[in-house]
């Protein structure tokens, strides 16, 4: 082939295009159909809707999701799933490009086997991490992960390049992804974008280069430059002559000084500078917030956090306080210990150990020694950002934490991959072991009927469906489970539901901003909304709205017991004791107890639902009430010890 060909005709580009396109069928055939539990509903909702998430916001994640709810055909949770799901896809394409990188910079791989061979390599590395199961389930729901490991893999990747051609404009791009990021999931873009930035510190030292006006292609940078010479850049100064190669400190790439006029203070300020353009997705919260807040007609089913429109506010929302706050609990459940385990469960036992080896052969090589420790650092970054974020291994969201750090151990996977196969002497046994771990890989696509594929994810959906459904006319429905409160804001939004019932979720009632929000689109419901912190008066205030409409309540544990006593049960809520019916719970219908067997997301949403209930029943006395809650706990976590031991508090 000449050496001229297109770069689109390269065993790279087709890698890529390869690895890509699997990632993302293995997510569509696993994306969920309807609204999922967890934070999928909520941000299903505020991408339709253009609303305000959760702190810190995620408005890069509702702004990308927004694009996918223009396609044509399927539901608004299916098509926020194809945003995740695309970006995902994305990220697993940003791990071939990485372990491309890594081992193009190994001298001794790159001279010995090909580039087909390489990206041979660089696909088994990609495919593993995108067929992990918590990058599966990350990327096949309505969520801010996959997307945000996409950014933040790129940052690094454009980093990495800035430093490998000693073009600065890469490092631009990367510090503008980070600033996106941060207006993603700024922890996790944070501590993953050390990585870039350790990628991208050698320009400055390079950038006090001079150009030498008696050679067009030489330049000095002094005794300290010369420590930071790599050998493929000696290779580029061919146009040198030997007593400029005796020289201290040159390099010699050709026309490199053409990037480089920049010094370091402007280098410094351009990457700053692209950075706070990233961070301009930031200007998305008040203008929803401004845009939401003075149309009360919409009524309060689009979601709207906070109240972004002072700085006060934004503050409150892009840092995230509402968290830190929840901090003693979330780590009460944590388990730091198991943090070196994960990613085994995820990547397997051997491409772990591999990717020690990898670090190993990076650091140890001058040439590779800022790229190993760039990938490191980007690692180490995702793993603190677990932690902190309280490392339950139960909870899928930390495997999103762990998205960019699952990653980079794929990277080092590769790169030890690729040095093995230097070792080996015959071709054929070269491609035989490529051919294993690409096909050890590919074995790992997820299956139709295991979890996480979520295809068949649509019990939680239709459980808050059916309980809509049965509510009397006019009904004003109080809800406190958050994703119950985020499962009937996507079916009053998105789907339409039930637009002559009144709504507030209670949780959020506490909050100023919201309870203003409720007052000025449900006028009936002002006197509950502002009395949460008061138990008599917002019993006086039920009773006085329960004249003008049904009054439904969803249990909670923290509801006051002035409201409790006065309360009975009716249908899968409750409601005033003159409204209680003596009619059984309908049961959970099979199907939906066999996705819950599955489906941990799942059976944890209907449990919680059922205990809730039965702890209530049994409090105030509701026996056969509580007898049918046991009985659906019996089917969707008999071995749950909280269950027994309410189960023998209660007889």
């Known amino acids: 082939m000449p050496e001229n060909r297109s770069a689109l005709q390269s065993p790279s580009a087709w890698g890529a295009l390869g690895v890509g396109l699997l990632a993302f069928a293995a997510y569509v055939l696993c994306a969920t159909p309807t609204a999922y539990p967890l934070d999928s509903a909520e941000l299903a909702t505020a991408a339709f809707g253009l609303g305000v998430a959760h702190p810190p916001g995620e408005g890069s994640t509702l702004l990308w999701a927004k694009l996918f709810t223009l396609l044509p055909s399927g539901s608004v949770a299916f098509k926020v799933a194809l ?44 495919l593993a991490f995108a067929f992990a199961p918590g990058v599966v389930i990350v990327s096949s729901r309505a969520e801010v992960y996959a997307l945000q490991t996409a950014l933040s ?144 007609d919409r009524g309060i089913d689009n979601i709207l956090w906070g109240d972004p429109r002072s700085w006060q506010g934004f503050w409150w929302m892009v840092s995230a306080r509402t968290f830190s706050e929840k901090a003693a609990l979330v780590h009460g459940n944590a388990s730091p210990a198991d943090l070196p385990f994960l990613p085994i469960e995820e990547l397997g ?36 950002a677990a932690l902190v974020g309280g490392l339950d291994p139960e909870n899928p969201d930390i495997r999103g934490y762990l998205g960019p750090a699952l990653a980079l151990v794929a990277v080092l996977s590769g790169t030890a991959i690729a040095m093995a196969l230097c070792v080996l002497r015959v071709r054929q046994l070269r491609a035989v072991l490529m051919l294993v771990f690409l096909l050890g890989s590919l ?63 209670l949780a959020f009632a506490g ?67 003159s409204h209680t019916s003596p009619a059984p719970a309908r049961p959970l219908p099979a199907w939906a107890v066999a996705e819950a067997a599955d489906n941990r997301q799942t059976r944890g949403y209907l449990a919680w639902r059922n205990y809730i209930d039965a702890a209530w029943s049994c409090e105030l006395g509701f026996t056969e009430r ?24 209660c007889r």
């Not at 930071?228 to 580029?236: G, H, I, Q």
């Not at 001058?366 to 690692?379: D, H, I, N, Q, Y």
């Not at 089917?635 to 189960?647: G, I, N």
């Open 83 to 126: 945003s995740q799901a695309a970006a995902g896809a994305l990220a697993a394409v940003m791990v071939f490009l990485l372990t491309l990188e890594a081992t193009r910079k190994l001298a001794v791989v790159s001279e010995s086997i090909s580039e087909r061979a390489r990206s041979g390599v660089a696909a088994a590395a990609a």
């Open 153 to 296: 893999l790129g940052a690094l990747w454009l980093a990495l390049r800035a430093y490998a051609s000693a073009d600065a404009r890469h490092a631009f791009l990367a510090a503008m992804l980070i600033g996106f990021g941060v207006g993603n999931h700024s922890m996790v873009a944070g501590l993953v974008g050390l990585g870039a930035v350790a990628a991208s510190l050698p320009l400055l030292v390079r950038t006090t280069a001079r150009k030498d006006p008696r050679e067009d292609r030489c330049v000095d940078l002094g005794g300290r430059g010369a420590r930071l010479a790599r050998r493929e850049e000696e290779e580029y100064s061919t146009d040198c002559d030997d007593e400029q190669r005796r020289q201290p400190g040159w390099i010699g790439r050709p026309n490199s000084h053409r990037h480089l006029r920049a010094g370091p203070k402007r280098l410094v300020f351009l990457s700053v500078a692209a950075f706070a353009v990233g961070l301009l997705v930031h200007a998305y919260l008040p203008l929803r917030a401004f845009a939401l807040f003075a149309a009360p």
């Open 349 to 384: 036992t051997i491409f772990v150990l591999l990717a020690a080896a990898g670090a190993y052969v990076l650091l140890r090589r001058r040439e590779t020694r800022v790229a190993g420790l760039a990938l490191l650092v980007g690692a180490a970054g995702s793993m603190v």
């Open 443 to 505: 074995a790992r696509f997820p299956l139709a009927d295991e979890y996480p594929n979520l295809r068949q994810a649509r019990a939680a959906a239709s459980e808050v469906g059916d309980m809509l459904a049965e509510l009397p006319a006019r009904a004003a429905l109080f809800t406190y489970h958050f994703e119950t409160g985020f499962l009937v804001g996507y079916h009053r939004l998105v789907e339409g539901a039930r637009p002559d019932m009144a709504w507030a979720h």
């Open 511 to 577: 909050n100023s901003a919201y309870a203003r929000r409720v007052s000025e689109a449900e006028p009936e419901l002002r006197g509950v909304a502002e009395a949460q912190r008061d138990p008599a008066r917002l019993a006086e205030e039920i009773s006085r709205l329960d004249r003008i409409r049904p009054v439904r309540i969803e249990p909670n544990l923290t509801t006051p017991a002035e409201i409790r006593r006065g309360l009975g049960p009716a249908g899968d809520l409750w409601a005033l004791a």
């Open 626 to 649: 509580a007898r049918e809650r046991f009985a659906e706990l019996e089917r969707l976590v008999p071995q749950d010890e909280r269950f027994r031991e309410l189960q023998k508090q």
